[in-house]
Each structure stands twice: as C-alpha cells, then as structure tokens.
C-alpha cells in the first residue's frame, strides 16, 4: 500500500513497529502513553500504567483512537477477546480488519495487514514478543474478523490481501 492509500489506523499502527517492552521496573513511555491514549477515548480513569500488562487490546485502541475512530473501541478494550464485538463482523480477513484470536489464558486482538506464502495472516499488533511488529498468525485460531473503518463495511479491493514475506513461524504466545 502507498502512503496516500494506506488506512489511516494502519499507518498509525506501523509508525510503532519497533516499540518494545523495558524489563525490569521502567516502562516504555510509548507504550504507557497508549494505555493514556485508549483510556481517555473511552472515558475511563486510566489505570494501567506499565508495560507489563498485555497490551495487544491497548495498542489496537490506540490506533483507532489517533484516527478519530474512538466510536469503535469496546469499553473493556484492554480485554483482547472484547474486540470481538467491535465495529461490523466480516466472514474472512480484510487488509485493514480487526482480527482477534483465541490462546490459552485469554486472547489476542491485532489489524490485518496481508497474508504469507503459507496462507497465515500477517497481524500487525502490539505485544506480539513483547513488541509492535507483523508476525504471522494461524488461521484456525481467529475468533473474529471486524471492521472498524470509517464505512460500515470494507471496500471489495480490502479483502484482496497483499502477499508479505515470513518464516512461516506462526506467533504461539503473545502473553
């Protein structure tokens, strides 16, 4: 996708690939500013302010609300699984789309940016190893396609998903 074409949340998104975790008692303050961010669009008191906390759900709620799309982020947004009522349900991954995911202990929530030789989905997503990158998900653990944009629904051409390089490691943790 070109600059002038790419979605607006996605480019917010992919300006973060590369924010990482600080171990230990500090907190990245990118991140601490996301829970900011996703807090204050819902009209919520914040209260998570660290890095540690999975903040797959915060970062997804930060890139919508840095796009004026706030109507669209779940009251328990930091629940990764809650991302499953948000915006529209679609029936297969559009470039652009909210994808959330099951794993063992909770969940995972991330925007669908392509897909890779092997057929997996390329998520761009916070707190996938502890980081904003674009790792390729298994597509037998979706829990839910959803559009968030500023249409109900994507434009036909989104679910034509562009084709990324990877290992074909499918993501397996992202607590």
Not at 111 to 133: P, R, S, T, Y
Request: aromatic share 10%.
């Amino acid at each position: 996708m070109t600059m002038q074409t790419e979605l607006d949340w996605v480019a917010v998104g992919r300006s973060k690939i590369g924010t990482y975790e600080i171990k230990g008692v500090k907190h990245n303050p990118v991140i601490v500013a996301m829970w900011e961010l996703a807090f204050q669009a819902t009209n919520q008191k914040l209260w998570i302010k660290d890095d540690e906390t999975a903040w797959c759900g915060g970062f997804a709620a930060y890139c919508m609300a840095k796009s004026g799309l706030s109507q669209h982020i779940p009251k328990d947004f930091y629940r990764a699984k809650a991302w499953a009522e948000a915006g529209t349900s679609i029936n297969k991954p559009a470039y652009g789309a909210i994808v959330v995911f099951g794993r063992a202990g909770g969940g995972h929530v991330g925007i669908v940016v392509g897909k890779d030789q092997k057929g997996n989905i390329m998520v761009l997503g916070g707190n996938q190893g502890d980081a904003v990158n674009i790792k390729p998900f298994a597509v037998s653990r979706v829990l839910a396609y959803r559009w968030c944009g500023t249409q109900k629904t994507p434009l036909a051409h989104r679910f034509n998903l562009p084709l990324l390089n990877s290992n074909g490691q499918v993501s397996t943790n992202e607590a």
